[in-house]
Structure formats: C-alpha cells, structure tokens
C-alpha cells in the first residue's frame, strides 16, 4: 500500500472514531425503550437531529435553519436553494434533513452533485461515516453499512436507501435504485470562480443541470432538489437555480439591520475580526450574498436620469461589429449604442450588446432610432477599419437596404474608416477619467434591462491585458469621439481679434 493511502485509511479511521465516541447509546433501554424514543422523535424532527448529531448540531438552531428544516421536510416534492452565507452551516443543514428523511423511508436515492467528483466525494464523506460509525443510528435503525456496494462515490444502504456522488458534466443517464429513479438531488459547491467568468461555462453547465441531472427523475414521484450555494456571481448556476425554485433563500452574516443572523455561534465581535481581514469585495461575495465586480480601470459606473432628447444638439448611434453571421460562443459580441452629450456630460441612452447574427445586429439601429422618437438630429456610425470594409460593404450594407425596403425607414449607416489607436489604451484614456469624474452617466431607466447589465459588467470586468469582452465600451469610446468631431465641426470657430491700442505706440515697429 502506498503512503499516501495508509494515510487516508489512518485519518478516516480517525473520523470514524470520533463519530462514534460522540455517540454513546444508553445501554440500559430495552427495545421497547428505543423503539418508542424513535417514534418520538421522528414526530420532532429538530430533537430527532440533535440526538443522533450532537457533534455537528453543537449550537442552537437560528430561526432561518429551523425554518427551512420545516419547509423542506414537509414537502416531497420541492425545489429550494439554500444561499445562506459563510459559517451559517448550510450544508451540514441539509445532510441532516437527508438522514432524516432515508433513515424515516421518505426518500430512496439520492444524488450528490459538485462542481467535480472529486468535491461530490468530500461532500459525501459525512454521510457514509455516519452510516459506518455513528452508534445510535445503528441502535435506532439497524447497522445501513453493506458488503460489496461501499464505496467512497457510491453506496447502498441495508434499508434500501443509496447514494452517489457526481461531478458537473458527468453522466447521470441510469441512476437507479431498483425501480426508484433519483428522488433527492443535492447540488452543493457547484460553481466556482473562475468559471463564473466566463457565460458560456455557465450556459454548458446549467444546460447540463436541465438536460441532464434533473431529467433523471421520475415524473409519476415527487423529488426533492436542494442547492446550497452563495451567489457568487451576477449570472451563476446558483441564480439561474434560484429563479427556478419554489423557494429561494438568501440569508447574510449579518441581517439588515447589522446584526449576526445566528449570534448563538457567530458574534458580533468574530464577525468585526473576520471581516476586518478581506477586503469589501470579498466580503460581499462570500458573506453578504453580493458579488463585487471590480476591475482594474472602472472601479464603478454611474446611473442616472437621461435630460429629454430635445435638449440634445445631435445624437449618435455607434455600432462595434464582429464579422460573424452566426452567434456562435467563439464569436465575440457586437454592439450598437445610442449615445448623446449636454454639458460634457456622456449619456449612454440606449444599448444593444449580445452575441447576435448580422441582420439583428443591423435591427438594432432601428431599435434605437425608435427610442429618439425624432426629437434630436441622430447620425449613425459603424466601426469600418479596412480589414472591415469588405464586410460592411458586402453583408451590412445589403442588410440595411433591405431593412429600409421592407421597413421602410430611413436608416443610412456611414462606415468610421478613421485609423485607431490600441483598444485598451483608448478605452482607458478616454473614457475612464470621465467616468471618474461621473461624466459618464448610464440610463438609469434601463438599469436592469439585460444589454445594459452586459455594457456595465464589461466595463467593470475591463482590464488593460482585455482579458474580458471589452466591445461594449469600445463602442461608446467610438460614439464619444464621433460626438466630439460633431461638435467641433459644427460649432462656430471662436475668433481673437488683436487689442487695439488707444494711441501710437513710439516704440512699436
């Protein structure tokens, strides 16, 4: 045996110890003693917890813990997601309502589901040394450990009962217990951070939850699905979940009057000295349920109210192509913003920016000429540098004539063939000392329409390396600059006249 399994075998060993000492049975209860105990306590689900978990259960239950014990308990079948922050014991809640439903007959087989098999293994650890060694579910139940189905991924119980731990993007397709499809999906630790920084990660793996995971159910039988989960990110697995359950509860480290949610374990005085030590961005991410997105060079945006368009002199529509005609993931995401000035002050009004084919991309210019209701003068622009130009020539323009035919709107696009310089360099030196000074205003009225969402997270996530989309404030870098060259060359010049002298000046030449 290798070193290193001599020592898992050791620290599980070790594990097992420690459940089982936490467990003592009383050896003076008959049968008869027991078996009414457990009636008992079956009808009282939090004693019954307390008594077969002490060492977990170490703290009295907070409110919101009793609550969604309760609520989860008492319906088979329910879709709930458990956002509670860092140190509210979300995960270990919910295994207790797991062994309290198997041990009682409610559910038969349940699948654990992480972020990788590994994860949905450590996850599952808990479990099955309870199964081995915890004393007084053996007395009140009977031993549950069998021969030939115990693994650390998978396992059977004497009751009937099994479980399975799963990675994201395994295959779930044949999860059965005799004739019981999955009834409880556990979903635990299932986003990460870094893959929330990228939407098509998100988009393949909830496509999996919903093609894959969920589907293994029985529609004839009711199904419990948990996720315990923070919302680590605006767009995560964990949101789209929460959107999707019957109930959905996000509870803070502290409520919103500022105080410890569970004081029984967490003080004030823990919580000041933990949060003392991260930063405010960390902080509302992992204890606050309020995913920061910081970047490098816009540290925030600014919302406000758009002044009427009347008072506008011009407005300008700008467009940042991709040339693609399909909206592939490997496509990069066009936009096209509407976008006025008053008094050095920037105003993004309107906004388009998704990954989108050509013609939608073109009838987005048309969106945002409807929202001008003709009450300024708008010019339109597309980006067109010469590795463009066959493009614009050949599949924009077409879409536009044909748009203008069948619409019958006046739509022209000119091309904005002026040469520029590095895109970040641009964005950086031209946008973010206005927004800064809070002169780059966003409209407030569409702050939570899903293009504007996209042009904010773009600009926070926007780094000088680009690491990030940064087409959404290129594209408001351009329209400034277009916006600018309108002003000078309409405006008049401002001319100044030599002095003139009130006498002859002697010594003049």
């Not at 458990?82 to 409610?106: H, N, P, Q």
């Not at 999996?208 to 919302?231: D, F, H, K, Q």
Request: glycine content about 4%; proline content about 4%.
């Amino acid at each position: 045996m290798r070193q290193i399994d001599r020592d898992a075998y050791r620290d599980w060993d070790a594990y097992k110890y420690t459940i089982y000492h936490e467990t003592p049975v009383d050896k003076a209860m008959s049968k008869a003693d027991i078996e009414r105990h457990r009636i008992w306590l079956e009808e009282h689900p939090l004693e019954w917890i307390k008594f077969f978990f002490p060492g977990y259960a170490k703290y009295e239950f907070a409110d919101f813990q009793m609550r969604a014990i309760r609520r989860i308990i008492s319906n088979d079948e329910w879709y709930e997601v458990l956002s509670w922050s860092r140190e509210l014991a979300k995960s270990t809640c919910v295994m207790f309502i797991v062994f309290y439903l198997v041990l009682t007959g409610k559910k038969k087989n349940i699948l654990l589901i992480s972020n990788s098999l590994d994860n949905a293994r450590r996850l599952l650890d808990p479990y099955r040394v309870n199964f081995e060694a915890n004393q007084r579910i053996e007395a009140y139940y009977g031993k549950q450990q069998t021969l030939g189905s115990w693994t650390d991924s998978e396992f059977i119980l004497k009751c009937g009962a099994s479980f399975r731990a799963l990675g994201a993007g395994q295959s779930p397709r044949g999860t059965r217990n005799e004739a019981a499809r999955p009834d409880v999906l556990l979903f635990d630790d299932f986003d990460t951070d870094e893959e929330c920084l990228n939407p098509d990660t998100i988009n393949k793996k909830w496509d999996w939850v919903e093609r894959s995971a969920y589907p293994t159910r029985s529609i004839s039988e009711p199904m419990l699905v948990v996720w315990c989960g923070n919302i680590i990110a605006k767009d995560c697995c964990v949101v789209r979940a929460g959107k999707a359950a019957d109930h959905w509860d996000i509870v803070n480290i502290r409520d919103k009057e500022g105080r410890s949610t569970w004081p029984e374990k967490n003080s004030e005085e823990h919580i000041d000295r933990t949060l003392s030590k991260i930063s405010t961005k960390a902080a509302q991410g992992e204890y606050f349920n309020n995913p920061i997105s910081e970047g490098e060079v816009f540290k925030s945006v600014t919302y406000g109210k758009i002044p009427p368009l009347r008072r506008f002199k011009y407005l300008v529509i700008y467009g940042d192509p991709s040339n693609s005609e399909n909206k592939t993931k490997r496509n990069s995401t066009k936009a096209v913003i509407l976008l006025g000035k008053v008094s050095g002050r920037l105003y993004v009004i309107g906004c388009r920016l998704d990954r989108a084919s050509s013609a939608e991309f073109i009838q987005w210019y048309v969106d945002m000429l409807q929202m001008t209701e003709g009450r300024s003068n708008v010019y339109c622009y597309m980006e067109n540098n010469s590795l463009q130009d066959p493009f614009f020539q050949q599949v924009f323009q077409p879409h536009v004539r044909e748009l203008r035919k069948r619409q019958g709107i006046d739509l022209y696009i000119r091309g904005d063939e002026e040469k520029k310089t590095d895109k970040a360099t641009r964005i950086e030196a031209n946008l973010e000392p206005m927004n800064r000074e809070g002169n780059l205003v966003l409209n407030e009225a569409l702050r939570d329409d899903p293009h504007m969402k996209r042009l904010e997270e773009q600009f926070l996530l926007f780094t000088m390396r680009l690491k990030f989309p940064a087409d959404g404030p290129d594209c408001v870098e351009g329209g400034n600059r277009k916006l600018n060259e309108l002003q000078a060359s309409m405006e008049p010049p401002v001319i100044i006249t030599s002095r003139q002298t009130r006498k002859r000046n002697k010594y003049r030449l």
